[in-house]
């Protein structure tokens, strides 16, 4: 993480951009705040990172030609729908299980291991993704039998059901639930599916980010 971040910091120098801070966290990875003298320099370095789908990156103050960027922690490269449960296992492992009122240890364990800023390799069809976001969101009782619906903040894997049926899914999490979706077919707006964010990024492959909280 350590190194890619450092070869993003080059990259962003050669552009005659600079750093503002960077930051390192157990969790969420690296963040860094990069502002670039001007639209061009902001455009090449957006592209850039655009072609390596482990980053995610914000851009803020269209003016001031700055971007937030995230560096993930490397996830295991997914080859099957199974790959992908497992890795969404482990960033959201405070959000499934069984957490004893009291047992900090289990709840520090799930904080050691999830992963904050997470994004899959590897997309999965509407009912793949129905069923790994409610694997994922599932909180149980001790006999193991389930707490309550699967959900987490204002998200339901129900909501899946609203998108196309060709719809491919990137599960994510940008601190909450958050899916990356692509469709031949008109995608749901932001009230159909109640979510608290919805961008399509020009050069991400065609990926419009839906995100809740």
């Not at 072609?51 to 851009?59: A, D, E, G, T, V």
């Not at 998200?155 to 491919?168: C, H, K, M, S, Y």
Request: aromatic letters at 10%; proline letters at 5%.
């Amino acid at each position: 993480m350590i190194q890619q971040t450092n070869t993003i910091r080059r990259k962003a120098q050669l552009l005659g951009g600079k750093t503002h801070y960077v930051h390192y966290d157990q969790s969420y990875g690296a963040k860094l705040r990069v502002v670039f003298p001007d639209p061009d320099s902001l455009a090449e370095m957006t592209s850039y990172l655009y072609r390596n789908s482990s980053l995610i990156h914000l851009p803020l103050w269209d003016d001031t030609n700055t971007l937030d960027i995230r560096v993930t922690r490397k996830a295991p490269q997914a080859m099957c729908e199974a790959d992908v449960l497992a890795a969404a296992m482990e960033a959201y492992a405070d959000c499934h299980g069984l957490f004893p009122d009291g047992d900090q240890v289990r709840e520090n364990e799930a904080y050691k291991h999830r992963n904050l800023w997470f994004r899959a390799n590897l997309p999965v069809g509407r009912t793949a993704a129905k069923a790994i976001m409610a694997q994922v969101l599932q909180y149980t009782l001790a006999d193991g039998t389930s707490d309550c619906p699967p959900g987490y903040n204002e998200f339901e894997p129900d909501l899946i059901d609203r998108f196309p049926e060709d719809t491919q899914f990137l599960i994510a999490r940008e601190g909450s639930v958050c899916l990356y979706v692509k469709s031949r077919k008109k995608l749901p707006t932001m009230a159909v599916v109640r979510c608290d964010e919805m961008k399509q990024y020009d050069g991400d492959d065609g990926y419009t980010r839906y995100w809740w909280d």
